[in-house]
């Protein structure tokens, strides 16, 4: 079923917008009629997403950053509202990195970097998109992973950034919730087309194995969670706060810790690991 919302008249800010899920999510909001501004770290990427936005009717911009440098992200933050013309009213805060591998094995520049770009990241987007934001009314969705509640192998780095990253939103749920502004997760499923997903089940035996473990016997797609991201945005959702809302068939419901356990020893097998 295709879902509707009107986002005329709305600036929505989507950091990480150029590919994959959240991508997804700013060509829904473009759809939806939202004026759109989309940030990532490639000046190609961004220039590829804009055109694709404008191509379906959106007035759209980007603008690169790295969500590792504060004074990057403040500065994208100013020329969004310069070319918004006045606050933010939607901001999702996408940006996310994965090397997998087992707790002994990963480097420490792995780690740093999972966590800078995950959580650090998070909270200079948070700290610099909030001048912007208006007050009343603005909303936020971070994009979380069903790692930060369900522990899995081979992710321990990702399991402890992504359970950062719904801390902070409960937090700022709390702190901001005074000035009108609404600040939630959403925590996507497997999500078929995707980087992520094509790294973390790169076998085809591997992601129908995924597929038959979720309840409702199919993978998201990227429209599943713009949909989600639209909602919570929207008035329908204008009294959700604070929420970490799973996107994800009921599959954190019946076991994705052990289905990614089983997939972590498919490809140490792969790999000769096992």
């Not at 204008?238 to 052990?258: F, R, T």
């Given at each position: 079923?295709?879902?509707?919302?009107?986002?005329?008249?709305?600036?929505?800010?989507?950091?990480?917008?150029?590919?994959?899920?959240?991508?997804?999510?700013?060509?829904?909001?473009?759809?939806?009629?939202a004026k759109v501004?989309?940030?990532?770290?490639?000046?190609?990427?961004?220039?590829?997403?804009?055109?694709?936005?404008?191509?379906?009717?959106?007035?759209?911009?980007?603008?690169?950053?790295?969500?590792?440098?504060?004074?990057?992200?403040?500065?994208?933050?100013?020329?969004?509202?310069?070319?918004?013309?006045?606050?933010?009213?939607?901001?999702?805060?996408?940006?996310?990195?994965?090397?997998?591998?087992?707790?002994?094995?990963?480097?420490?520049?792995?780690?740093?970097?999972?966590?800078?770009?995950?959580?650090?990241?998070?909270?200079?987007?948070?700290?610099?998109?909030?001048?912007?934001?208006?007050?009343?009314?603005?909303?936020?969705?971070?994009?979380?992973?069903?790692?930060?509640?369900?522990?899995?192998?081979?992710?321990?780095?990702?399991?402890?950034?992504?359970?950062?990253?719904?801390?902070?939103?409960?937090?700022?749920?709390?702190?901001?919730?005074?000035?009108?502004?609404?600040?939630?997760?959403?925590?996507?499923?497997?999500?078929?087309?995707?980087?992520?997903?094509?790294?973390?089940?790169?076998?085809?035996?591997?992601?129908?194995?995924?597929?038959?473990?979720?309840?409702?016997?199919?993978?998201?797609?990227?429209?599943?969670?713009?949909?989600?991201?639209?909602?919570?945005?929207?008035?329908?959702?204008?009294?959700?706060?604070?929420?970490?809302?799973?996107?994800?068939?009921?599959?954190?419901?019946?076991?994705?810790?052990?289905?990614?356990?089983?997939?972590?020893?498919?490809?140490?097998?792969?790999?000769g690991n096992g």
């Amino acid at each position: 079923m295709t879902m509707t919302f009107d986002f005329s008249g709305h600036n929505v800010f989507v950091a990480g917008g150029t590919s994959g899920i959240n991508l997804g999510i700013a060509q829904g909001f473009a759809r939806w009629g939202a004026k759109v501004m989309v940030a990532s770290r490639k000046q190609e990427k961004v220039d590829a997403a804009v055109a694709g936005l404008k191509e379906l009717g959106a007035d759209a911009a980007g603008v690169t950053f790295d969500v590792r440098d504060l004074d990057a992200v403040t500065a994208g933050f100013t020329a969004a509202e310069a070319f918004f013309g006045g606050p933010i009213d939607a901001l999702i805060s996408g940006a996310a990195g994965n090397i997998p591998g087992r707790f002994l094995d990963l480097s420490q520049n792995a780690i740093n970097a999972m966590v800078q770009i995950d959580l650090i990241g998070t909270y200079n987007v948070m700290r610099a998109c909030h001048p912007h934001l208006r007050k009343p009314g603005a909303s936020v969705v971070n994009i979380s992973a069903p790692q930060a509640f369900a522990p899995m192998t081979h992710q321990s780095a990702v399991c402890s950034a992504k359970a950062g990253v719904d801390m902070v939103t409960k937090t700022l749920a709390m702190e901001w919730g005074a000035q009108g502004i609404r600040v939630n997760s959403i925590s996507p499923g497997p999500i078929q087309g995707t980087e992520g997903m094509d790294r973390l089940v790169p076998d085809p035996k591997m992601l129908e194995a995924v597929r038959v473990s979720v309840p409702t016997r199919r993978l998201g797609d990227t429209d599943d969670i713009a949909k989600a991201a639209g909602f919570l945005c929207s008035d329908a959702g204008d009294y959700v706060s604070g929420v970490v809302l799973p996107v994800d068939g009921g599959w954190s419901l019946s076991g994705a810790s052990v289905m990614m356990a089983q997939m972590a020893g498919m490809a140490d097998k792969m790999m000769g690991n096992g």
